[in-house]
C-alpha cells in the first residue's frame, strides 16, 4: 500500500501562485508514474498533469504553460508549481499514483490522495 497526502493548498487571488506537494509513504517505488487531478463543485475529476517515472511530463491544455509538475524520489514527494491562477482552476486538487501510465492519465489509478483545496478569487 501507498499513502499519498497533498498539501500547500490555500486561497489566492487570481494571478498568483501556489505550490502544492504530494508526500508519499508506504510501499513507495521510484517506478512510480505521478500524478495531479483536480475536480470543481459540480463537475466530474479531470486530469491536470502527470510525470512519468523517466521524468516525462504531459498537461491538460487548461494548465498547459502555466503549471508545472516535478519530483523529488529522494523525498518521495511529487509538485505542482501553479503560476497565473484563474478562478476556473478553483477545485479540490489530488494527487495519485501508479505503474501502468495510460491507466493514470484515464484517472483510474491505484493510489490516492484525500486532495487540498484551491480557491482563485477574481
Known amino acids: 500500500q501507498v499513502q499519498l497526502v497533498e498539501s500547500g493548498g490555500g486561497l489566492v487571488q487570481a494571478g498568483g501562485s501556489l505550490r502544492l506537494s504530494c508526500a508519499a509513504s508506504?510501499?513507495?517505488?521510484?517506478?512510480?508514474?505521478m500524478g495531479w487531478f483536480r475536480q470543481a463543485p459540480g463537475k466530474e475529476r479531470e486530469f491536470v498533469a502527470v510525470i512519468t517515472w523517466i521524468n516525462i511530463m504531459r498537461y491538460a491544455d487548461s494548465v498547459k504553460g502555466r503549471f508545472t509538475i516535478s519530483r523529488d524520489n529522494a523525498k518521495n514527494t511529487m509538485y505542482l508549481q501553479m503560476n497565473s491562477l484563474k478562478p476556473e482552476d478553483t477545485a479540490v486538487y489530488y494527487c495519485?499514483?501508479?505503474?501502468?501510465?495510460?491507466?493514470?492519465?484515464?484517472?483510474?489509478?491505484?493510489?490516492w490522495g484525500q486532495g487540498t483545496q484551491v480557491t482563485v478569487s477574481s
Open positions: 508506504g510501499r513507495t517505488s521510484s517506478r512510480y508514474n
Open positions: 495519485a499514483c501508479t505503474a501502468d501510465l495510460e491507466k493514470l492519465v484515464r484517472g483510474n489509478a491505484d493510489y
